[in-house]
Nanobody, 124 residues
């Protein structure tokens, strides 16, 4: 069992930045690919980014256009999402998730563990 707890959400003006964090406990953090997803009101949850177990490889959703950066610190059992140049359309609940490496993808179904989410609201 892996427990994930997100933090760092809040209200920010358009053009601003936020850094989300997700602290993991339970099993060995470095055994898992970590991902970030988001869900806006009335929309389906969508993939944002994922990072390999070592942190050396990251994948991003095409719509981000280099505004977000995912990273991880395996010594702290934490994954981060640095969000810059925020737009109103980035308003959503953001979730981190953990997946075993052999099945990790951009699809929700490949992730076994999920956090409770943290709300990001971008005002225009």
């Amino acid at each position: 069992q892996v427990t994930l707890v997100e933090a760092g959400g809040g209200l920010v003006q358009a053009g601003g930045s936020l850094r989300l964090s997700c602290a993991a406990s339970g099993r060995t953090f470095s055994d898992y690919v970590m991902g970030w997803f988001r869900q806006a009101p009335g929309k389906e949850r969508e993939f944002v980014a994922r990072i390999s177990t070592s942190g050396s490889i990251a994948y991003y959703a095409d719509f981000l256009k280099d505004r977000f950066t995912i990273s991880r610190d395996n010594t702290k059992n934490t994954v981060y999402l640095q969000m810059n140049s925020l737009k109103s359309e980035d308003t959503a609940a953001y979730y981190c998730a953990a997946s075993r490496p052999w099945k990790a993808s951009s699809g929700e179904s490949s992730y076994d563990y999920w956090g409770q989410g943290t709300q990001v609201t971008v005002s225009s």
